[in-house]
C-alpha cells in the first residue's frame, strides 16, 4: 500500500515539475517573440521616421508584421499618408496594384546581387537579369517578392549589412522579425567587443610640460 501511496505521489510530482518547466518554457519563448516584435517595430519606426505608435496602429489595420514595411515605403514613395496605401490594401488589393496605382513600377523594388541568390529572391532577380531596363516597367512582381525586396533593403540599410548576407539569413528560413532581432544583436555584441578592445588598451599618457631650472 506504501509502495502504491508513494509511485502516485512521484507521479503526481513529476508531472507538476514537466507542467511547470514546458510553462516556462512557453513564457520565455513568448517573451522572446515580443521582443522581437517590438525591436521590429522600434526599426522600422527609426527608418521610415514615423513613431512605434503609428507603426502599431498600421498593425492593428491588419496589416502583418512583415507587411508593415511595404506600407511605408508605398507611402513614402508615393507621398501620401500610410493610411490611403492600408485601405487600399484592405479593400483586397496586391502590393503590385497598389504600387502602379501611385505609378510606382517594379524597378522601385529592385534589388542589386552579383550573381543568383538563390530563392526566394532568384525569380525576381531573374525577371531584372532578363529584361532590358527600360522594360523592368512591365514586369509584375508577387506580394512575396514586394515583401522580400522592401525588408532586405529596409535591414540592410539600418544595420550596414550587405544584401546577400540578408537573403542568405532569408534563405535559411528565418522571417524578418527574426533576422532584424539576430542582426541587431550581433551588431550589439560587435560595439561591446569593439568597447572592450578599446578599453583594454593601454592610456597614452600626455607629455608633461618640463619645470625650467633657476640660473
Not at 71 to 100: Q, T
Not at 199 to 213: A, I, R
Request: positive net charge; contains cysteine; aromatic residues 10%.
Amino acid at each position: 500500500m506504501k509502495k502504491n501511496i508513494t509511485a502516485i505521489l512521484l507521479t503526481v510530482f513529476c508531472t507538476v515539475f514537466i507542467a511547470g518547466n514546458l510553462q516556462a518554457g512557453v513564457e520565455i519563448g513568448i517573451h522572446a517573440d515580443q521582443d522581437g516584435i517590438k525591436n521590429f517595430h522600434l526599426a522600422i519606426g527609426e527608418h521610415f521616421q514615423v513613431s512605434v505608435d503609428k507603426v502599431e496602429k498600421v498593425r492593428k489595420r491588419s496589416i502583418p508584421d512583415e507587411e508593415i514595411p511595404v506600407a511605408f515605403f508605398i507611402a513614402e514613395r508615393a507621398d501620401v499618408p500610410v493610411w490611403v496605401v492600408v485601405d487600399l490594401r484592405a479593400h483586397g488589393k496586391s502590393w503590385m496594384e497598389i504600387s502602379l496605382h501611385f505609378g510606382l513600377t517594379a524597378e522601385a523594388y529592385y534589388v542589386k546581387f552579383d550573381s543568383d541568390p538563390g530563392p526566394p529572391y532568384g525569380k525576381a532577380w531573374g525577371h531584372f537579369k532578363n529584361k532590358p531596363r527600360k522594360k523592368w516597367k512591365d514586369i509584375h512582381l508577387t506580394d512575396i517578392d514586394i515583401i522580400n525586396s522592401v525588408n532586405l533593403t529596409f535591414v540592410s540599410a539600418r544595420y550596414g549589412y550587405a544584401p546577400k548576407e540578408v537573403a542568405k539569413l532569408r534563405k535559411d528560413g528565418h522571417n524578418f522579425v527574426k533576422i532584424n532581432h539576430q542582426i541587431k544583436n550581433q551588431a550589439k555584441q560587435k560595439r561591446m567587443k569593439e568597447a572592450r578592445a578599446n578599453s583594454d588598451q593601454p592610456k597614452k599618457s600626455k607629455p608633461g610640460k618640463k619645470k625650467k631650472g633657476k640660473k
